[in-house]
């Protein structure tokens, strides 16, 4: 497996004293290279807009099948970017998950397309056997609103307005986590996460790990639907992830810092049909967005018999002032079956 979502990105330190205390002293001038399945790029999200009923002020990237490599933080993925794996988080205040790097398009920038948050991809091997990423996430709900508005007013002479210059870094309110994969073997990865919260307050933070197939079944005839569905075992949370093409894979999740298992949440990765376009017919009972919907408006939609296309484990962490969560294992990922490989990179 290698990262997803490699898009290379440096802001400049020019200026405040924010700026220079929320970058990371690393002595790099430049992130790693890290293989992208279809091409290394952000995501330009959509205008939040309302949701019927208790639910309200999502995106609509939300709430659509994941496809190409739209989503992810931190991600990793087979050579074909059929089995997905990535972080998502939730300061507790935001309208929806973080689950992608927030970009203007070419025509909301005032110098075009232009990604506004900060993440660095700091370490890597050759073969990606070891690879470190970090990522600044404010405590404050993130300011999609007024990114966009103010350089949307801004013309081209003038200077971006970047995510720094809104304030929600003020008093170091933000969350400075670090991920680092490490592989065993080719087919044995493990992951471990790093939460420092650079604040004067205690704050809680949920992390989602969060596994899912790309949906090809839904636009490619003659695709079988994959699955991931929980497994039962003695002092281990997981699943298994099943595919034609890639066989069988298990994942285990560790325990959080203060030895508590997290819950498995599943959905499909399906479009929400029903709250994008008012269809009802052949809607998946759980789709895309149930995660996100579960965790931020504590609605019934994730699958109660624990599988699907798409699963995330739950860990909410309380940390306090400027203090770092000892590091933990989040998920160990070995082939358990062989799969029936294409000549296009079926395998990991």
Sequence with gaps: MTLTNAHRYRQSTRGSKIRRRILPATGRQSDPTLASARGARYVKTTAPMAKPGNISLTNTRVSRAYRWNEDGLAGLCDRAQRLCFALAFWNGRDPFLKERIFGLSGPEGN???????????????????????????????????????????????????????????????????????????????????????????????????????????SWEAGVARPIIRATAETGNVGAIAEEELLGRWRFTAGADPAGKPPPLLFCENETNARYLYGVTAEQTSYPKDGINDHVVHNAATVNPARQGTKMACWYRLKVAAGRFFAWFRVVETTRSGTGRHDRNGGGP
């Design 111 to 217: 110098h075009g397309e232009d990604a506004k948050e900060y993440w660095w991809y700091i370490d890597a091997t050759p073969t990606s056997s070891w690879l470190r990423w970090r990522y600044h996430y404010p405590h404050a709900e993130f300011p999609y609103a007024l990114l966009r508005q103010e350089n949307a007013r801004r013309n081209k002479d003038e200077p971006e307005f970047e995510l720094v210059d809104t304030g929600v870094f003020e008093g170091d309110r933000y969350w400075q986590i670090t991920a680092d994969y490490a592989k065993a073997s080719p087919d044995d990865v493990c992951m471990r996460i790093s939460v420092r919260n650079a604040g004067p307050d205690p704050a809680e933070l949920h992390v989602l790990p969060t596994l899912w197939f790309r949906n090809r079944w």
